[in-house]
């Protein structure tokens, strides 16, 4: 199983190119960062392993098979099996209630209403979010530091091969950002995912590593 960019270019505007024949490779069980300073790139990177971007020129490949059919449409599977967390949660959020928000993405997925609570308050459990205290609760009531929670329970809730995580301490005190990275390595040694990791700062790369 691996997430691969095989000479991936991108353009917005057709003229001017963002992304200039990316490489890269990654596999459930890795700790992948993709470092840059702002502007370099980082985002639109990320939103190519996703298929909210198409490449204008190379792959991106879900073991070993294109993400994009031939009509230009980005297969379900992809968008479930790589899971992307903004680096501003709040334009993620939606719902009403945080249980509905996390609940989604496996109500897409086709679970049963009992499976749907399941894999909810299992999220919620992985990102210390107690169901009783929160479940009800709006997502945009939140700190910045829950809510952020909240998107990536959302996606965890899924199940995803991979978690993808823009900027994840971006806006955040420190407190909230060790906490933030104490989920993500809880996660990663779990459910052994593969944790692709978006930052400018060399700094905090060794907070993200598992413990051993």
């Known amino acids: 199983v691996t997430l691969t960019v095989e000479n991936g270019c991108f353009s917005y505007d057709g003229r001017h190119t963002v992304l200039s024949d990316i490489s890269f490779c990654a596999s459930p069980g890795e700790i992948v ?43 379900r599977e992809t968008r479930f099996r790589v899971g992307l967390v903004f680096q501003y949660p709040e334009h ?12 989604f993405g496996p109500r897409n997925q086709g679970k049963s209403e009992p499976e749907v609570e399941g894999a909810v308050r299992s999220a919620m459990e992985f990102v210390d979010l107690d169901f009783d205290t929160f479940a009800q609760r709006s997502p945009f009531q ?17 199940e995803p ?27 990663f040694e779990k459910r052994k995912m593969g944790v692709l990791l978006i930052t400018h700062s060399l700094s905090l790369i060794h907070i993200s590593e598992p413990t051993r």
């Open 33 to 75: 960062a993709i470092l840059g300073k702002n502007g370099s790139g980082k985002t639109t990177t990320i939103k190519l392993l996703n298929g909210l971007l198409q490449p204008s020129e190379g792959e991106v490949l879900l073991d070993g098979k294109s993400i994009w059919d031939a009509k230009g449409k980005c297969s």
């Open 142 to 158: 939140l700190s910045g530091g829950q809510m952020r929670r909240v998107a990536i329970a959302g996606v965890v809730a899924m």
């Open 92 to 103: 993620q959020l939606f719902a009403e209630t945080i249980y509905e928000d996390i609940a």
């Open 161 to 187: 091969d991979y978690l993808i995580m823009d900027e994840p301490s971006a806006g955040l005190d420190p407190i909230s950002r060790d906490s933030i990275f104490g989920q993500l390595r809880k996660i």
